[in-house]
């Protein structure tokens, strides 16, 4: 399928063989960003790890110094005396039992992310295979399971997200709409980047981050120059 004449005309603006500093990226990805809504601006990372290894999957949390501008809508599995907690902090969705049995009943998933105190973890094995799939499902390493519950909501209303590779070894993440300033930009960028590196498998050999490629929704991809982060 074609491009557009639109596309054609803003990849002109990239340089395919240039790697970029991660402001000149930024920068240039704004520019490139012309659709007639707002656009968000993605990172695309590709890791060298072995995905035969299980050691050396990649898993972070990080809450992101300005928000991506996308509030995600937050389910909380909770015993009764945590409600409020869980409502107060923002939650959407809150239940226990009744919820669990809601969705095992209909398999519709109404939310973008779960918590769940460590009591309700046994119950929901029960939809385990509904919200797996999706990736929704509470988990310690995502730092959505704990008795804390107004922390793990404010932290995911505020912007908190888990980084992770996929099946090929490449992360993806946005961060941030390109409305949003360019320093702030850069400060998402630099807070995904330092979580990935500082998180990088011990078993992991030879360069870690293969290539790093910027683009907005429906821009050309931007190459980040990998020497510089």
């Given at each position: 399928m ?14 395919p ?24 601006l ?26 991506t ?20 902090a ?20 109404d ?5 769940a ?16 799939p ?14 804390n ?12 997200v ?5 099946a ?33 498998p ?14 907005t ?13």
């Open positions: 074609p491009h557009s004449k639109r596309y054609t005309e803003l990849k002109k603006l990239v340089d063989k240039k790697a970029y500093s991660p402001s000149e990226a930024i920068e240039l990805a704004k520019k490139t960003s012309t659709t007639k809504f707002e656009a968000s993605e990172v695309h990372i590709r890791l060298g790890i072995d995905l035969k290894k299980s050691d050396q999957q990649l898993r972070a949390t990080i809450v992101l110094p300005h928000s501008g996308k509030t995600k809508k937050v389910a909380a599995f909770v015993p009764a005396d945590k409600e409020k907690d869980a409502k107060e923002g939650a959407e969705i809150v239940g226990a039992e009744d919820l669990i049995e809601e969705i095992a009943k209909t398999g519709k998933v939310f973008d992310v779960a918590v105190t460590p009591d309700m973890m046994p119950k929901l094995a029960k939809v385990a295979k509904i919200l797996g999706k990736g929704i499902m509470p988990n310690p390493k995502t730092e959505t399971v704990g008795t519950v107004k922390k793990m909501v404010e932290e995911l209303k505020r912007g908190k888990t980084l992770k590779n996929d090929t070894g490449n992360v993806h993440q946005a961060i941030g709409k390109t409305s949003l300033d360019s320093k702030s930009l850069q400060e998402n960028f630099s807070a995904i980047l330092s979580a990935i590196k500082k998180n990088k011990a078993s992991a050999k030879g360069t870690y981050l293969k290539t790093v490629v910027l683009t929704t429906m821009g050309p991809g931007i190459n980040v120059d990998t020497s510089s982060l």
